[in-house]
């Protein structure tokens, strides 16, 4: 709504009541290697160029011939206006009727004070401030002091002074929102690169700056902000910023869409033509020195690649079932129809509509905004993906770490358990527990009455507050919490004989085919510091040993067979 707001404001303030006069085909030019002022260039008789080839001269100063026609110009004071990129000093002359001569000269600053909300200089015609004069001028000679570009002759027009003055307040501050609205999803991406580190955002934030810096400069808004800033920094900033972000923009593309959604050949070409612009400027403006028409040419033909490839690009993706694509297909297919026309117009293929240049700010503004939500959803889907692909692995980890049958830790999650708890330090102590002749149950009642006791084993053991594992057929393993005191000297063995005692009732309860008790020997370890599994595992299974030995149906928790007791004396019955 903000920018329909603007843009509704925006040609409203550019009526046709106040339009310019475009000059392209009524100007001549004339090139000079001296110093002169217009009187001895009048005298000379020097011969001004008014063919097709007018923009091609040679020489330090470009003298420039304008016609003044009074009445196709709207009333009051009239400006020269033209492109001021690269531009030093200049004068504007106006030749009357008697044939006297009214002159100002501009140095390079009062040029860049001139500067109007276009990327132009606006500098006044002498004696057009003057109704009577006015009406006597029949000419206008303009002199450029080391011109760059040939766009500082194409794109020169007469224009009301008013006008513009009147509309550099409300243009300054429309282009001021537009770099406002620009930059905001680049600190969208600062902050969510942080923390997801997607290189498309990086890319995008480069598009970003670009954007905002070639919409700053060209717009003039640079000066308002830094008034000492040379027309030849402006100059270049216009040119390099542009095909910075062009060559951006290829990679975010590149990076943005999903994988393999674009071929491998067609993401090299895309690349290649994306990184062009930059090279090309480089080419321009290192071996290029002063004055040459092909510049522009140069300079612009090198984003027509590009586009075509952007084009098939997008076309491509969409045929493979790219979903973000569509982003940039909104976001792309305006700036590119723009970028077309200010192609052919920056190479000179024709005069076109000078407004549109403002369309082009509009767009990229705009492109930057829906690519923002682009961003977005792209980070969304990722992040959906992601959460995805971290459930999976909990759930493969969970299924490498739980046995199928009891549904508690395997030994694989024990082992991880305890080499935790070395650093934690939760559990105290370790027990082994084996179900006592569980072959012969299975022989009796079958392994389906077999694995139903071990699934009852395995349900009882995970309601307590230790750490519960099958390691084995039979075998159960604990690593054991201290007691609600949290001594390290308290033995287990009588919270352990509650836990067989409760492990037989729930066998006897649910499991009605087997007759006799099932009963449980338990052998049991101190875990101490920096004691290895192996070592705390061997005194577990050396004491089950001692409790298979000792009649079954116990907890050992001390060495028997290094005692010399007879059986029983040291073990705790369940």
């Known amino acids: 709504m903000r920018i329909l707001l603007t843009i509704l404001a925006f040609f409203s303030l550019c009526a046709p009541a106040t339009a310019s006069v475009p000059l392209a085909d009524e100007l001549c030019t004339l090139g000079t290697a001296v110093e002169g002022n217009i009187s001895e ?16 001269f040679s020489g330090s100063k470009l003298w420039m011939k304008i016609p003044f026609k009074a009445d196709s110009i709207p009333a009051g004071a009239v400006e020269v206006q033209g492109d001021n990129n690269g531009l030093t000093s200049m004068a504007v002359h106006s030749l009357l009727a008697d044939g006297s001569i009214k002159s100002a000269y501009f140095s390079e600053q009062q040029v ?13 015609i002498p004696g057009s401030e003057d109704p009577v004069t006015r009406s006597q001028i029949e000419t206008v000679y303009v002199s450029l002091d080391n011109p760059r570009v040939a766009s500082s002759i194409t794109l020169v027009e007469l224009t009301s002074k008013k006008k513009w003055d ?20 680049f600190f969208y991406n600062t902050f969510f690169y942080g923390a997801l580190r997607h290189s498309f955002m990086l890319w995008h934030s480069v598009m970003i700056i670009g954007t905002v ?68 400027t480089a080419f321009v403006f290192q071996t290029i020195e002063g004055y040459d028409n092909n510049i522009r040419n140069y300079y612009h033909a090198s984003f027509i690649p590009y586009l075509f490839v952007v084009l098939y690009t997008m076309l491509h993706a969409l045929r493979r079932g790219s979903k973000a694509i569509w982003f940039q297909i909104a976001a792309w297919t305006p700036i590119i129809i723009f970028s077309f026309d200010r192609i052919a117009r920056g190479m000179d293929l024709y005069i076109g509509i000078p407004e549109l240049d403002y369309g082009l700010y509009f767009v990229l503004v705009l492109e930057t905004i829906i690519l923002a939500f682009g961003v977005a959803n792209r980070i969304l889907k990722l992040r959906l993906s992601h959460e995805h692909t ?105 919270e352990l004989t509650s ?35 192996k070592s705390v595992m061997a005194v577990a299974d050396k004491r089950l040993y001692n409790a298979k030995n000792n009649g079954r149906n116990q907890v050992v928790s001390f060495d028997l067979s290094n005692l010399g007791t007879k059986p029983g004396s040291d073990a705790a019955v369940v």
């Open 41 to 56: 260039i009048l005298a000379a008789g020097e011969k001004f160029d008014c063919s097709k080839d007018k923009y091609d």
């Open 112 to 124: 860049i004070d001139s500067w109007r909300p276009k990327g132009h200089y606006g500098l006044p």
């Open 166 to 185: 009147d509309l550099k307040l409300p243009l300054s501050a429309m282009f001021a929102l537009l770099c406002g609205m620009a930059i905001m999803p």
């Open 213 to 280: 810096v070639y919409t700053f400069s060209s717009s003039g808004l640079i000066f308002l902000a830094f008034p000492e800033t040379s027309l030849t920094t402006k100059f270049l900033l216009n040119y390099w910023t542009l095909a910075i972000a062009i060559a951006a923009s290829g990679f975010f593309l590149d990076r943005f869409v999903e994988p393999g959604k674009i071929a491998k050949w067609l993401r090299s070409l895309l690349l290649i033509s994306a990184v062009l612009p930059v090279f090309v």
């Open 390 to 494: 971290l459930k999976k692995q909990v759930e493969l980890t969970l299924l490498a770490e739980t046995d199928g049958l009891t549904a508690i830790g395997n030994r694989r999650a024990f082992e991880k358990a305890f080499k935790r708890n070395l650093h934690e330090r939760k559990y105290h102590h370790l027990a082994i527990l084996d179900i006592d002749f569980f072959k012969r149950v299975n022989d009796l009642y079958g392994h389906e009455i077999g694995d139903e006791v071990l699934r009852l084993v395995g349900r009882e053991l995970a309601k307590t507050r230790h750490f519960s594992a099958r390691i084995g057929g039979e075998e159960f393993a604990l690593l054991m919490k201290p007691n609600e005191r949290g001594s390290r000297k308290s033995n287990p063995a009588s």
């Open 499 to 533: 836990i067989c005692e409760t492990l037989i009732r729930s066998v006897h309860a649910n499991v009605p085919e087997i007759k006799q008790p099932v009963t449980f020997s338990v052998g049991v370890a101190a875990i101490t510091k920096r004691t290895s599994l």
